[in-house]
């Protein structure tokens, strides 16, 4: 069976670096940082009282019907909006007798409704003098396949519909997901991506629990230091990214324009600990490997790697052991990056986020930098004869790039794009 082409035709996101793709990414090439105090709670008496929040943003802005406003969780806010923009963006409803039961929706969530959660199912629910009370839109707002429904609700697209969980790989996840239906000749077109709003007490203090967070409150724009010595956890960031993928012929036929191709996506397992990656990266690595098999490409096809690179202590060193020990010298004349230094880390959403960096890498030419790294500040765990692309962003051909997203519970996904041609 011959595998069809996917494309990527549209992009849409709400990011901490801006309300659409156009403005987050002119910040991440100009290494902007999103982070600041946090605004959705009162966090004065959290260890951690900064994050990458989405700002100014007002979802009746976006959603006029107030009923339906009712019913989404502010994570499915987001992805609501940048389904809209990724849509707009594509030109997809302007299509002539588009098949819309060959559209399909997979928009993934690591978390999904927490801040739902933490309103219907708090202390004063369970405990009201008469019994608890619920909201009726409780279960339906909270549960991380919602956002999809609500994308499939709104364009009436009749295609395999569905949310995916795999903790911080789950928006690479589903991006595999579409691109495997389509090329399969299972549908023409999807929505795909990630969302999440976890900037609420459960999530900061659940994360602040474990260690995990940066509790760099005097200086929350240079907090995350990916590759530093001194970097001490990540920043919890927010928002959606959403891509349209597309069959090529399908995209061709309406005259689409076209941003990149998606040609590999590989996942694993560390099948080590529930939280910690594998020290030596051996799933970093098989996911890698596997993506580059399922391209057809070679590690000398590569110039971009947007890493994961979270800022965690652990975490950055096992990546990098992975690229060094999959790349060989080929390692030496890539382009790396964490863009999670300016965004945060926007868990379920990172993967989808990360992916439209690397698309416009790759059609632009220019890869965006890993900010905050100071000179002395240098890890003798970490190979510094690699270029991490620090603090400012470096113009270079990138023919192809990769992206990697990992998550609790040993999750490893990989996707790969590169330039389009006929």
């Known amino acids: 069976m011959e595998l069809k082409r996917v494309v990527v035709t549209g992009l849409g996101a709400l990011s901490p670096l801006g309300n659409d793709v156009e403005t987050t990414w002119e910040a991440a090439k100009a290494g902007k940082s999103g982070a600041g105090p946090i605004t959705h709670f009162d966090a004065s008496k959290f260890k951690t009282q900064f994050a990458c929040e989405v700002k100014n943003f007002n979802a009746s802005d976006y959603i006029t019907d107030r009923r339906k406003l009712r019913q989404l969780d502010l994570y499915a806010q987001y992805a609501l909006v940048a389904a809209r923009q990724a849509v707009e963006d594509s030109g997809l409803e302007s299509m002539e007798g588009l098949d819309r039961n060959r559209v399909g929706v997979i928009v993934a969530a690591g978390i999904g409704g927490l801040h739902t959660f933490e309103e219907e199912a708090g202390y004063y629910a369970l405990h009201e003098e008469n019994g608890p009370k619920y909201n009726p839109f409780f279960i339906p707002k909270m549960i991380a396949d919602i956002a999809s429904g609500h994308i499939s609700m709104e364009y009436g697209y009749h295609g395999p519909n569905y949310g995916v969980v795999s903790a911080c790989a789950s ?11 389509i090329r399969l000749g299972k549908a023409d077109v999807f929505v795909t991506g990630g969302a999440e709003a976890a900037i609420f007490p459960a ?10 967070l940066s509790t760099r409150n005097d200086s929350p724009e ?13 920043v919890m960031g927010e928002g959606s990214a959403v ?30 600990h529930i939280t910690a990656t594998h020290p030596e990266g051996l799933g970093a690595k098989l996911a890698m490997q596997m993506a ?14 947007n890493v994961h690179g979270t800022s965690t202590p652990v975490g950055d060193v096992s990546e990098i052991k992975a690229i060094v020990d999959l790349f060989g010298d080929a390692a030496y004349k890539l382009n790396i990056s964490s863009t ?38 240098d890890d003798e765990n970490i190979d510094y004869n690699l270029n991490f692309t620090f603090n400012k962003a470096q113009k270079r051909e990138v023919r192809a790039a990769l992206s990697n997203a990992f998550g609790f519970g040993g999750h490893n996904a990989t996707v790969i794009v590169k330039k389009y041609q006929d």
């Open 222 to 234: 240079t907090a995350s230091r990916p590759f530093s010595k001194s970097r001490d956890g990540f």
């Open 171 to 181: 928006s690479n996840n589903a991006i595999i997901d579409a691109f495997n239906y």
């Open 203 to 212: 999530g900061v203090g659940g994360f602040n629990s474990m260690h995990a």
């Open 292 to 305: 580059l098999d399922d391209a057809g490409m070679t590690v000398n096809d590569i110039d971009y790697i």
């Open 243 to 272: 891509l349209i993928l597309e069959e090529l012929e399908h995209a061709k036929a309406r005259g689409a324009k076209i941003y990149a191709e998606v040609v590999g996506g590989g996942m694993s397992a560390d099948a080590h």
């Open 340 to 377: 999670k230094s300016m965004t945060g880390h926007l868990l379920g959403a990172t993967g989808a986020m990360e992916a439209i960096f690397s698309i416009l890498a790759v059609k632009e030419d220019i890869v965006p930098p890993t900010i905050n790294h100071e000179e002395g500040d």
